[in-house]
């Protein structure tokens, strides 16, 4: 039977090789269509999450289960219909255009004679659409490596959009975006989450910001899962002073009265 759970971790534990410090265990879980904000302090491990969800690392122990199945059980290419992953960088040599590092999103979609064939040229309604969506659209000519880190961080963004995974795993997307591109991309991703059920994990800095968009909140430190709940329920916990070892100040948003952290 099919689970109905997008992601399911269970006792996930991994062991850093520079450090003695322990990561988990983690233990949580996930429906389609959900949008979860991944928060903590630098060092507490969110990137290491995502890695492990997307099985770029392989835990020490533990289930990692996506739509029921082991993630170490999918081929490649199978897991890359299922999960799509931004990094928080990408450094690359090869000469592409913006265009075809976006459409290389599309290789998970297409057959593996498909991919043979693929020459990178294909003009799809979605594939436009993203490149609009995320303002890459003057800039699909332009060479990966010339540009600014906020336009290579949306278009690895546009890539994973194009990918249309089901999950979709973000370490700090809006990193190094202008405030409407930032704006813009996390109202794309709402949008994803709930017209296409896209389950949704995004490690993320801005307590100001993130509970105006996600629906649950995976609160991390020193490589343990500490709190989670929905961002009214984090927010307003005096959990979260402490793990940031600041006196935050709570406001609410003037228009949806949501909860909003600010640093003194």
Sequence with gaps: MTSPL???????????STTS????PITSSAPPGQFIGLIGPNGAGKSTLLKLIAA???RESGTIRVQGRDISD?????????VAFVP???????????????????LSQLSWRERLQFKGTGKTARLEEILITTGLDHLEHRPYNTLSGG???RALLAAALVQEAP????????????????????????????HKQTTVVMAY??????????????????GQLVLTGTPEEVLTNPLIRSIYDTDLIEVRHPRTQRPMLLFP
């Design 88 to 106: 928080q960088s990408l450094d690359t040599q090869f000469d592409l255009t913006v265009r075809e590092v976006v459409e290389l999103g599309r």
């Design 167 to 194: 999950l979709l795993l973000l370490d700090e997307p809006t990193a190094h975006l202008d405030p409407g591109h930032a704006m813009k991309f996390l109202e794309l991703v709402r949008n994803m989450v709930d």
């Design 74 to 82: 999918f081929k490649a290419s199978e897991r890359a219909r299922r």
């Design 56 to 58: 770029f690392w392989a």
């Design 205 to 222: 800095h801005d307590l100001a910001t993130v509970g105006l968009y996600v629906d649950m909140l995976w609160v991390m430190d020193q």
């Design 151 to 153: 336009e290579a961080k």
């Design 21 to 24: 410090k322990a990561f988990g």
């Design 6 to 16: 997008m992601l399911e971790l269970q006792a996930v534990t991994y062991r850093w």
